[in-house]
């Protein structure tokens, strides 16, 4: 049985016990299964739902479209994700430079989505689909954070970061039939930021990106630290500078909701075989 962290009544977090932890995951290409996600995401959905408090019944009614969403996608799509090499797509922070320059050298565009908790909402799931409709050629990548950023409201994510690789992971590898008919691209990889213990986090975020190699990186209009955003930059070895960022449109709630609901009634959690390979 799942160990349930009950300890904070404003913000709850399903803390199960797991095989192996997100540094292992990168390491060794470790991957939690379709059956173990679909188990984990039962009990992650009915302690989200059942549990008393001043939000129970916001919490009813967003959990369908977020963790509803995933279990839903994982039971229709088992078969075919059980063949699926989903663990190619984690990479530690050392592979993604070695990659970015490899791509790089070839006159690639190489980018990163830096994400701090990326847990599912159907928001997310926008910001995916804007990234693989924006960029069809070239070598993207998502980091995911392994803390929540000092100065958030919450200070730990409801689902562990573990369980966050793996269903991002699988969802990469189908993104294209996922998003309907049109040529849009899979992500590439996925990694994570360990923990900031010394910088600051505008330091630290523009330390990661110039480690990875990365030209690129996205941002989103109206983000509240925007400028500082663009601002990141690629350091070329004599020493100048040229910030690259492609940017988001601003994502209002009708419009991510609509969107969500489109993706359910044109019955997309069905998916074929990728059409093509990743480049």
């Known amino acids: 049985m799942a160990e349930i962290d009950k300890s904070v009544e404003k913000y709850l977090s399903y803390r199960p016990e797991l095989p192996f ?28 739902r059942n549990t008393p408090g001043p939000h129970q019944e916001s919490r009813k009614d967003l959990e369908p479209d977020w963790l509803g969403w995933w279990h839903t996608f994982f039971i229709k799509n088992r078969n075919y994700l059980k063949k699926n090499r989903a663990r ?22 190489t980018a990163s989505y830096f994400a701090n908790g990326l847990e599912g909402h159907a928001g997310h799931r926008w910001a995916i689909q804007y990234i693989v409709t924006a960029l069809q050629k070239g070598y993207v990548g998502l980091f995911l954070d392994e803390k929540i950023t000092p100065g958030k409201a919450r200070d730990q994510h409801y689902l562990p970061l573990e369980m966050r690789l793996s269903m991002w992971a699988y969802f990469f590898v189908v993104a294209e039939q996922l998003l309907g008919d049109s040529e849009v691209r899979e992500l590439d990889y996925l990694t ?66 609509g969107r969500a609901q489109w993706l359910l009634n044109q019955n997309t959690y069905r998916i074929k075989p990728p059409r093509r390979k990743t480049l």
Not at 23 to 47: F, N
Not at 198 to 211: M, Q, T, V
């Open 21 to 48: 932890t997100w540094q292992e995951m990168l390491e060794q290409k470790k991957i939690l299964s379709v059956d173990e996600l679909i188990h984990h995401l039962e009990l992650a959905r009915g302690y989200l």
């Open 192 to 257: 994570v930021i360990p923990e900031n213990r010394s910088l600051s986090p505008g330091e630290y975020y523009d330390k990661i990106f110039f480690e990875s190699r990365a030209k690129y990186h996205f941002v989103m209009e109206g983000d509240p630290h925007f400028f500082e955003k663009v601002a990141r930059n690629r350091h070329d070895g004599d020493g100048s500078s040229v910030p690259d960022v492609f940017v988001f449109p601003p994502v209002d709630i009708a419009s991510t909701t």
């Open 88 to 109: 190619k797509k984690l990479k530690t922070l050392s592979e993604v430079a070695v990659e970015n320059q490899k791509m790089n050298s070839k006159q690639n565009i």
